[in-house]
């Protein structure tokens, strides 16, 4: 029972966007911390590498992000530009949310409101 804490669920779909690309969008749930970051990562990674440069991370599901969960994103997102993709973020869970305006990372990453708005590439409204 206590291993189950150390394992982040991902749920993985694919999509192919308006432009002809392939886009896969990965729905972790619960906990991105210490204990789940470097198993996300691992995923980002095999994600990127085998099947897409673009990616797209629906955080609807993650209430609790911590400092490595962030560095498992941005490492994402580096892996995305290194092979000329694109890395999305949507959907970010309120509880989470903060601590991507605290360490201003809200800034750094695309962050859309919806799935479809990332897939597509939308813009985020300049109100939100």
């Not at 560095?71 to 959907?91: E, P, Q």
Request: charged letters at 25%.
């Amino acid at each position: 029972m206590l291993g189950e804490n150390f394992v982040i669920h991902i749920e993985q779909k694919t999509y192919t966007a308006a432009d002809g690309h392939t886009v896969i969008v990965l729905l972790p749930s619960g906990r991105l911390d210490i204990t789940t970051a470097w198993q996300f990562r691992l995923k980002l990674q095999e994600c990127i590498s085998k099947l897409s440069s673009h990616v797209v991370v629906n955080l609807g599901q993650v209430n609790f992000i911590d400092s490595s969960g962030l560095t498992s994103l941005v490492a994402g997102m580096r892996d995305a530009d290194k092979v000329k993709g694109s890395f999305r973020i949507c959907n970010v869970h309120p509880e989470a949310k903060l601590v991507f305006e605290v360490t201003m990372m809200d800034t750094v990453f695309e962050i859309f409101e919806t799935e479809e708005e990332a897939k597509d590439g939308v813009p985020r409204s300049m109100a939100s």
